[in-house]
């Protein structure tokens, strides 16, 4: 997929959504962006960890999940998602498809993937450009 830098489609992961709604909710709001339907429940799962650890009050984590909620996001979980996910957790070997569902979207409707996660970034190499969370904020 190609656009103008004013148009660059970025997938994003679950930790670059939750960092953005910590940062700079209103960015999608000016720059699209994709993600897979998972998204909500992983940025779910680790406020929820974060409040049981005791690092993040229930508050203001309940506030960051409603952050999520309106975060201006398309999020995606198709058949085509799906194959997708499927040959790229083949290809990599690994042992589940949570995080393949990532790349799948990014390989399929984004310009660059930004991936706060190391083992999505780390694997995106040859599967797809990577941007930075400063891209992403321009």
């Known amino acids: 997929m190609t ?3 004013g ?3 970025f ?4 930790i670059t959504a939750l960092r953005l709604v910590r940062d700079e909710p209103a960015l999608g709001g000016r720059r699209p962006l994709v993600g897979p339907a998972v998204l909500r429940s992983h940025v779910l799962s680790m406020l929820y ?6 690092s ?5 984590a309940r506030a960051q999940l409603e952050g999520i909620a309106t975060l201006k996001i398309r999020l995606l979980g198709d058949r085509v998602s799906r194959a997708m996910t499927w040959k790229l957790a083949r ?4 042992e589940d498809t949570p995080l393949a569902e990532y790349l799948a979207v990014a390989v399929l409707q984004a310009d660059a993937l930004v991936a706060g996660d190391e083992r999505i970034a ?3 190499s040859g599967i797809v ?4 969370y400063g891209e992403l904020r321009r």
Do not use: C, H, Y
């Not at 997938?11 to 679950?14: R, V």
């Not at 960890?49 to 005791?54: L, N, T």
């Not at 450009?129 to 930075?132: K, M």
């Open 91 to 94: 290809r990599l070997d690994w």
């Open 3 to 5: 656009s103008s830098e």
């Open 129 to 132: 450009d990577l941007g930075t």
């Open 49 to 54: 960890r974060e409040v049981r650890q005791g």
């Open 56 to 60: 993040l009050g229930e508050k203001e």
């Open 11 to 14: 997938a994003i992961d679950a």
């Open 122 to 124: 780390a694997a995106a």
């Open 7 to 9: 148009g660059k489609r």
